[in-house]
């Protein structure tokens, strides 16, 4: 009896003990707080704005990227942190832990920041994504190359393209192609007959194929476009009708010509005027200065030149585009073979432009805004180009910089201005006044 009563004695003091060593262990182990509830005392944040760098609600180059910014308020909130995610909707992209989106697809998504103190606070934003590879579109190229040079304005997701061949030329350029994907396989049938009237007989076919998907491009060869008649407005390499000035002197090489203004119109030149009355002279000058106040036949001649002009002009616009709104009217730095381009806005040379063909193909750019080149670059001809058969048509301002050099005949609708110590080789005829400072023109060939 004395045994058990120790026994269960001996229980009864090890049962205390443990159930003491719980209930300490219990009280010493912290209690786990939600990740999204602040500390006592702390300040919550009660909304979220997201936005996008430089206000953009859009990306659209293949696979850009657009930095997305959050602001937490109130601004003194205990924690402004976010967490960033996308909710993909008809298009896909990713974003990192900063903020930073990148496009995968095209259509929109969803790009939402979290308060990181309370998960029931977010903003958001939609992005519209294109120019990307479409989620079905894995055999796609990366570029197209006619003879060794990118296809003007190649896209990865534009399957047709327009190539104007050179004066002449009756074999079918070389295509190659760069894949998308390394597994994709890539088939090239050339055009039978780039000389054909039938346009099945002129066109490169590519196919891609990538497991079940496929995508089949296709590159039309047309026959290059015939040069702009400038009818007897090619005699001048300056007419305007409402004025040419020069700020400082100039040097000229051809005719200059003004109608239906009066010589007085004509400024900057210290003209000398001839002893017939039909023409000046000035030593800025190599070649005979024009107004529609000289003696005849000077005024009727002018009156067919300025009337030419505007037939050119016409003509020029009306030329089938075979390039619609390439590069957004941006073409600094780009290389641009034979053809007629179009933009329904204004066209920007900031960088150096080349333009590369034979000596008889034809370059028209048909321009609704303004032409502007920045200062110091040039326009650059390569291959045998021709300044001669080089026509810009422009509806609005022509703006050439200090410095910079261009080529072709300007055919404008309002002025043209050519900066400090720029240069022409071509011809400048305006609707309204040519501008000039110490500015050298020459006259294209005939």
Known sequence: MRTLKRIFSTKNIMFTILVMMLFTFAACTPKEEPTDVLPTGGIAVTSVAVSAAGSATTITTLGGTLQMNSVALPANATNLTVTWSVINGTGSATISSAGLLTAVTNGTVTVRATSNSNSNVYGSMVITLSNQVAANMSATLTDLKISGL??????????????????GETTTPVVTAVKYDSA????????????????????????????????????????????????????????????ISTATSSDITGDLGVSPSPASYVTGFSLIMDSTGTFATSSQV???????????????????????????????????????????????????????????SSVLINTELTLNGSSTDVWIFQIAGNLTMASDIQITLTGGADAKNIVWQVADTVAIGSGSHFEGTVLAMTNISMGTNSSINGRLYAQTAVTLDATIVVKSND
């Open 150 to 167: 990118s296809v003007l304005g190649f896209n990865p997701i534009q399957e047709s393209y327009v190539h104007v061949l050179s004066s």
């Open 184 to 243: 994709a396989t890539v088939v090239i049938t050339p055009a039978t007959d780039v000389t054909s009237e039938n346009v099945a007989d002129r066109t490169t076919v590519i196919v891609v194929t990538n497991n079940s998907v496929v995508v089949t491009y296709s590159i039309l060869f047309e026959t290059h476009n015939a040069p702009v008649d400038l009818g007897t407005a090619g005699n001048y390499v300056i007419l305007a009708q409402t004025g």
């Open 286 to 344: 190599t070649g005979k200065i024009f107004a529609a106040d000289y003696t005849t036949p000077t005024p009727s001649e002018l009156t067919t030149a300025v009337a030419d002009m505007g037939t050119a002009y016409t003509d020029a616009s009306g030329r089938a585009a075979n390039y619609t709104e390439l590069y957004s009217g941006d073409l600094s730095g780009k290389t641009l073979t034979p053809g007629v381009y179009k933009f329904g």
